[in-house]
């Protein structure tokens, strides 16, 4: 089997990217805003590999981000610095799983000369000097993977478990469709290589928080389903989250059970942000159960974007708005292939 490779013209070529992270000696690394398993796994794998290559790195996380949730706090970010180093300007910035640079806390490393944009977001917006988009990949880390290749490094069982994280997390445990063949000779590789896989597992899915427990017992209870449930919604204000005494974190995976429910095209989590800069703002994750319709379209029309089956937008519509929004372009991406007027409108 082929190697994944990128498909568009317009973007860099692996060849490129190889060339730019042997050209140069100095690298810093970013990701974007409330970063996952994937993105850091990517930065924790993408270090290691160019420190393995006797590389100068370092992993920037913005301090709004820490500390990272529980489940990632095992990721041993060596490395890390929370302001640009003061040479930013000349090192290559390398961006991971980042779809666009405005989801991105880093946005202060954006004026370096070169920056490197390594992602398989298929709605990419080519924000970097170099980009390496490459949608057929299930993780970023699946890329940092054949980079790996490609520079003769072997993975460390440390570098191997931090792939493995972003991979288990972005196929949601092999369970997405983006699970190919290859992500399960990557896993079969990285466990190769030294992967606790039980470990792991523990590490992310269970030793829960009881407030994660009471968190979704209160979005269950929230649910509602519209149009005979093509849409399964549920909503957490920021009340809901200081009762059961949570952290913002908490929420991930709730949208999952919305997804289950039979019937269901599209799941919607929506969550009230808090902090004096987000009052009013709402993050929206959304899932769909299949292709018929594409969330990232719909996360793009709010100023987000994501994948065709995850994706998200924050939004200051209030709860009643995004209900009629979500219907409406649910209704015009379902029915969009026997009426050419509702696909027109279709952002
Ligand atoms: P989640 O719902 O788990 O936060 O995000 C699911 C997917 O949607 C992520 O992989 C991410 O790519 C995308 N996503 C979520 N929120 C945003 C957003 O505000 N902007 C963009 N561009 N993508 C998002
Ligand atoms: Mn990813």
Redesign the pocket.
């Known amino acids: 089997m082929s190697d994944v490779e990128s498909t568009e013209a317009s973007l860099a070529t692996r060849e490129q990217v190889l060339a730019r992270i042997r050209e140069d000696s100095r690298f810093v690394l970013a990701t ?1 805003e ?1 970063p ?1 398993g ?1 993105a850091l796994g990517s930065l924790v794998g993408m270090h290691g590999l160019l420190t393995a290559l006797g590389k100068e790195s370092a992993i920037f996380i913005a301090p709004e981000d820490m500390p990272l949730p529980d489940e990632y706090q095992d990721f041993p970010l060596d490395g890390l610095i929370s302001s640009p180093p003061a040479d930013v300007a000349e090192r290559t910035v390398v961006f991971l ?1 980042c ?2 640079i ?2 991105n806390s880093a946005s202060v490393l954006r004026d370096g000369m070169h920056l490197l944009n390594i992602d398989h ?1 298929h ?1 990419n917006t080519n924000f970097g000097t170099l980009n390496y988009v490459v949608p057929e990949a299930c993780c970023t880390a699946e890329i940092i993977w054949d980079l790996m290749h490609d520079l003769g490094v072997r993975p460390s069982p440390t570098i191997a478990q931090a792939l493995y994280v972003g991979l288990i997390t ?1 196929t949601g445990r092999f369970m997405y469709e983006n699970t190919t063949p290859r992500a399960h000779l990557m896993a079969a590789e990285l466990i190769e290589a030294g992967v606790d896989v039980p470990a792991v597992y523990e590490r992310l899915y269970e030793n829960v928080q009881p407030a994660k427990l009471t968190l979704l017992a209160t979005a269950l209870q929230h649910v509602q389903r519209f149009d005979s449930g093509e849409l399964t919604i549920s909503s957490l204000s920021t009340e809901d989250f200081s009762r059961a005494e949570a952290e913002e974190s908490y929420s ?1 995976g709730i ?1 999952d059970h919305l997804r289950a429910v039979r019937g269901t095209r599209v799941a919607a ?1 929506v969550r009230e942000l808090s902090g004096p800069d987000r009052k009013g703002q709402r ?1 929206v ?3 769909a159960t299949d292709d018929a319709v594409d969330v ?1 379209a719909i ?2 029309a709010q ?5 065709r089956r ?5 939004t200051a519509l209030e709860l009643g708005e995004l209900i009629v929004f979500l219907r409406s372009q649910i209704a015009v991406q379902l029915h969009a292939s026997s009426d050419g007027r509702a696909a027109a409108t279709l952002v």
């Open positions: 974007h409330n996952d994937d799983d779809g666009n405005d989801r977001h709605d972005d991930e949208i989590l993050k994750s959304l899932r990232s996360a793009r100023g987000g974007g994501g994948h995850a994706a998200g937008f924050t």
